[in-house]
């Protein structure tokens, strides 16, 4: 198994003998990765599985990181298991997650706490399905290892909520990526321990691998913006078989202009808009040529909505009283889905483009309990249709 990263991503000796001791643990790894933005946290992450896949079978993956997600498109919380090597750390891997729950921002400045529910939800659910329990007890034996890859807002309100991640997570090994800029580092030591906690933590400290003309450890210089909008594209790119003629972003939006949509009965579902209030009247209006959370609404105490992917909205007849939406969601997992969830996740600006033109359109028509069937029509005035 070659878990060797391409020889353009530089990973420096120090990175390599962190990954080897973590991976030679005598018991499976919980280990919290965590630094400041664009210190390379995720890459060392990617490193870091792979040299764990090679000595188990297959290792958990949480990614907690909102805005840049690993795995997952932007805003997504996921639990993802990880079967093999993901040798070529530049190019988007998308995978689908064990567990995921749609946050709908890329960052967690506007809900802190409901972050951190989130972000423990996630991690009960793997101590839950990966922990052996002993005597009833809550599991304290883990059987499969867990990499966790966490934001880069590590001060102010950010790092209270990497405190708290710390120390509900306990974890067994803490990476921490340092740079050149002290005062963009998180504190040294054991910051996150109270004074008389007396277990053993194995906190590895390493620097960023990139370095400046004077050998400084410096972050990696991010655009965001476009790597969430590439992020999408790809997402949504899986609505169509990989042997599909598409191959530019011109193509991708026409496809997706001209993709067989789900009808979506409105009277089946729930609509829930995170971090804001829409009044009644502007429901649909806002919902209107959208990214939404494709959920399932629980009715426990928690009120944790279990995520399955992203869908577009395509169109929406009030008169019918159904949504069009695109998604690359399976109908097995459709059928489960009964709330959507719109946050700040927005249509990329190049996927605008293509021009849909009205007339005899063939959608999928979705039940209360999404079992479809074909039907064709004519699409209706009414429906608000995608500007591309």
């Not at 400041?36 to 188990?56: D, E």
């Not at 967690?108 to 659910?125: E, G, H, N, Q, W």
């Not at 910051?191 to 003309?213: C, K, V, Y």
């Not at 959920?295 to 928690?302: C, L």
Request: aromatic share 10%; hydrophobic share 35%; charged share 20%.
């Amino acid at each position: 198994m070659d878990s060797s990263p391409p020889r353009y991503i530089y990973i420096p000796d120090q990175w390599s003998q962190a990954a080897e001791s973590i991976s030679c643990s005598s018991t499976p790894p919980i280990v919290f990765i965590c630094g400041a933005k664009n210190c390379g946290k995720t890459t060392f992450s990617r490193y870091l599985l792979n040299i764990v896949l090679q000595k188990y079978t297959k290792v958990a993956y949480l990614d907690t990181d909102v805005g840049q997600p690993e795995f997952t498109p932007p805003a997504f919380l996921s639990l993802t298991i990880v079967h093999k090597v993901t040798p070529d750390f530049t190019v988007p891997c998308l995978k689908t997650p064990e567990r995921c729950l749609f946050f709908g921002d890329v960052s967690c400045k506007r809900d802190p706490s409901t972050y951190l529910s989130y972000v423990f939800a996630i991690y009960d659910y793997y101590q839950k399905e990966y922990g052996i329990s002993v005597n009833g007890e809550n599991p304290c034996n883990i059987k499969l290892p867990l990499i966790v890859n966490t934001p880069g807002w590590v001060k102010g309100v950010g790092y209270d909520v990497l405190v708290d991640m710390l120390k509900y997570i306990s974890p067994t090994h803490v990476v921490k990526i340092n740079t050149s800029s002290e005062n963009k580092n998180l504190p040294a030591g054991e910051f996150w321990l109270d004074e008389e906690h007396d277990g053993t933590i194995n906190l590895i400290e390493i620097n960023s691998a990139r370095q400046d003309s004077l050998n400084r450890s410096v972050p990696f210089p991010k655009d965001a913006r476009p790597l969430h909008d590439i992020r999408i594209m790809a997402y949504f790119r899986q609505c169509f078989s990989r042997d599909s003629n598409i191959s530019t972003i011109k193509e991708l939006a026409h496809a997706l202009a001209s993709h067989c949509p789900y009808e979506v009965p409105i009277a089946s579902i729930k609509i829930r808009h995170l971090h804001c209030e829409v009044p009644s009247s502007e429901i649909f209006f806002s919902l209107n040529a959208t990214i939404v959370g494709l959920a399932v609404d629980s009715e426990g105490p928690e009120n944790i909505p279990w995520c399955f992917g992203l869908g577009i909205v395509r169109g929406i007849d009030t008169v019918k009283g159904v949504l069009y939406v695109i998604t690359p969601v399976p109908h097995s997992s459709l059928e489960k889905v009964n709330l959507l969830l719109q946050g700040y996740i927005q249509i990329p600006s190049c996927l605008l483009q293509a021009r849909y033109c009205p007339g005899m359109h063939l959608t999928i028509h979705v039940s209360k309990y999404f079992g479809y069937k074909l039907v064709i029509h004519m699409l209706a005035k009414r429906i608000i249709s995608v500007a591309y």
